[in-house]
């Protein structure tokens, strides 16, 4: 596979993931309803830091499939993240179901870090990329947490 498919596979696979699920919640999204914890931003930042993040993903990811780097544990792992990653929305949103989400958002962290990290053995610049996602599902859980404390 030439280099530009493989880029634009694993930068599409994530983005196009992300929109689908925000249109299949758009009619439930009640954030701005919410109390919500300290440091909550604008609701307006989310769709934007989101498509970074996917952006960053499949940058990294392609990094790694152009370079023969990935294995069926890799492969796992990236989807794995993925898939609870586009859920955590359906339970916080549609479902309402907000101490559920805030456990599902704790496994998404554990499997963006252990991604971050498996991407760094492989190819340093590819878990590099990872930190703004660690991070930003690190600040996610807390407000996942915060939402939930304050609206119970």
């Not at 152009?66 to 993925?82: H, M, N, R, V």
């Not at 309402?96 to 492989?122: D, E, P, Q």
């Amino acid at each position: 596979m030439s280099r530009l498919k493989i880029y634009l596979k694993s930068i599409l696979i994530p983005l196009l993931s992300g929109a689908l699920t925000g249109l299949l919640i758009s009619g439930f999204m009640d954030f701005d309803a919410l109390k919500k914890p300290p440091l909550s931003p604008p609701a307006l930042l989310f769709p934007i830091v989101w498509t970074l993040l996917y952006l960053l993903m499949g940058i990294s990811y392609g990094m790694l499939k152009e370079k023969g780097l990935t294995d069926s544990g890799i492969d796992t792992l990236y989807y794995a993240q993925l898939v609870v990653n586009l859920l955590w929305p359906v339970a916080f949103f549609v479902l309402k179901w907000r101490l559920f989400a805030f456990i599902w958002i704790l496994l998404l962290l554990v499997l963006v870090a252990a991604m971050a990290v498996r991407f760094y053995s492989k190819d340093k610049t590819a878990g590099l990329l990872q930190i703004p996602y660690v991070v930003w599902v690190a600040f996610a859980s807390y407000l996942n947490l915060g939402v939930f404390i304050l609206n119970g």
